[in-house]
């Protein structure tokens, strides 16, 4: 089975607010990524996290790691339609696993 | 510098027949990765190669599903025979030299190849 869940599945914002995902996991990790996917398109790297860190920035987003609760968090702030995309995390231990991702749609 | 290639972009095949794909990563990387993914899920790992040798084919069906780096550069992966069920999208991606483990480096993703099973 999947390493990571991600909630929501779905989120639907406007343009301009705020949108944050979440993913939980299962075992311990070296690191956390974060991906994005274009509808019928590959997987794009956005940020990694490593296991000691426990929050990371990069541009509009920010990732935050808890380790002791297993899980994470993506923000994208002031979003714009081009964002809209699914979006996965990804837990490298030893096993590299990808969540069931959430769909993100950014109305303008 | 030129991205992950993977080819064909679609395939349509009737079940019991075979399929190949292939990809050719990032010039210089070590690590190659093929990924199944199925419609409204998250890719699964189905294999992962450092240089020509597997890393990690836990998740493969090895009694249908086979995959290959001879010269530790480009792969292919072959179903043989395909089911219905292996209708998903296979993704390619490579990662460069690796450090702290074999798991952790950013993949870089090829556009994947969609494949149709009737």
């Known amino acids: 089975s999947q390493q990571g869940e991600e909630d929501p599945q779905a989120l639907s914002i406007q343009e301009g607010e705020n949108a944050t995902m979440n993913c939980s996991y299962k075992?311990?990790?070296?690191?956390l990524q974060w991906y994005r996917q274009n509808s019928g398109r590959g997987l794009v790297h956005l940020i990694l996290?490593?296991?000691?860190?426990r929050e990371k920035h990069s541009g509009r987003l920010r990732v935050t790691l808890d380790t002791s609760k297993k899980s994470s968090s993506l923000l994208i702030t002031a979003s714009r339609a081009a964002d809209t995309a699914s979006y996965f995390c990804?837990?490298?231990?030893?096993?590299?696993?990808f969540g069931t991702g959430t769909s993100l749609t950014v109305i303008p | 510098e030129a991205g992950v290639a993977q080819s064909p972009r679609y395939k349509i095949i009737e079940k019991r027949q075979s399929v190949a794909f292939w990809c050719n990563p990032i010039?210089?990387?070590?690590?190659l990765y093929w990924y199944q993914q199925i419609l409204g899920q998250g890719p699964k790992l189905l294999i992962q190669?450092?240089?020509?040798?597997?890393?990690?084919d836990s998740q493969l069906p090895k009694d249908r599903f086979s995959a290959e780096r001879l010269k530790g550069v480009d792969s292919t992966l072959k179903i043989q025979p395909a089911k219905l069920e292996d209708s998903a999208v296979y993704l390619c991606?490579?990662?460069?030299?690796?450090?702290?483990?074999?798991?952790?480096?950013?993949?870089?993703f090829g556009p994947g190849t969609r494949l149709t099973v009737l």
């Open positions: 010039s210089g990387h070590a690590t």
């Open positions: 991606a490579s990662s460069p030299r690796t450090s702290g483990g074999a798991r952790s480096d950013t993949q870089y």
């Open positions: 190669f450092q240089n020509n040798g597997v890393v990690d």
């Open positions: 990804a837990t490298a231990g030893n096993q590299f696993y």
């Open positions: 996290i490593r296991s000691n860190e």
């Open positions: 075992t311990s990790i070296n690191n």
